[in-house]
Nanobody, 113 residues
Framework: QVQLVESGGGLVQPGGSLRLSCAAS????????MDWFRQAPEKQRELVAS???????NYAASVKGRFTISRDNAKNVVYLQMNSLKPEDTAVYYC???????WGQGTLVTVSS
């Protein structure tokens, strides 16, 4: 059974950086596209970034130029490098495997001074 486990969230000041990780287990990870979503309080979950099985990224306009999605298929991990963080980036961040309709448990990112 495939599981997705996020890590790397925390409290960071505006302008700071964090790197989130999503570790996958149980199946051939490299064959699947992967997404990062986020959900802020009282808001709908939104797609932040996605990456194809071949490593081609795509980003929401709100994070383009600040966030970078990448994957290490040998380690079965997807990363989200977040730079120049803003208070409006505060949310629970989830990784998602759309081909499997599988969510991780989420990791909280709080951007505040």
């Amino acid at each position: 059974q495939v599981q997705l486990v996020e890590s790397g969230g925390g409290l960071v000041q505006p302008g700071g950086s964090l790197r989130l990780s999503c570790a996958a287990s149980g199946r051939i990870f490299s064959a699947y596209p992967m997404d990062w979503f986020r959900q802020a309080p009282e808001k709908q979950r939104e797609l932040v970034a996605s990456i194809t099985s071949g490593g081609v990224p795509n980003y929401a306009a709100s994070v383009k130029g600040r966030f970078t999605i990448s994957r290490d298929n040998a380690k079965n991990v997807v990363y989200l490098q977040m730079n120049s963080l803003k208070p409006e980036d505060t949310a629970v961040y989830y990784c998602y495997a759309p081909s499997l309709r599988l969510w991780g448990q989420g990791t909280l990112v709080t951007v505040s001074s």
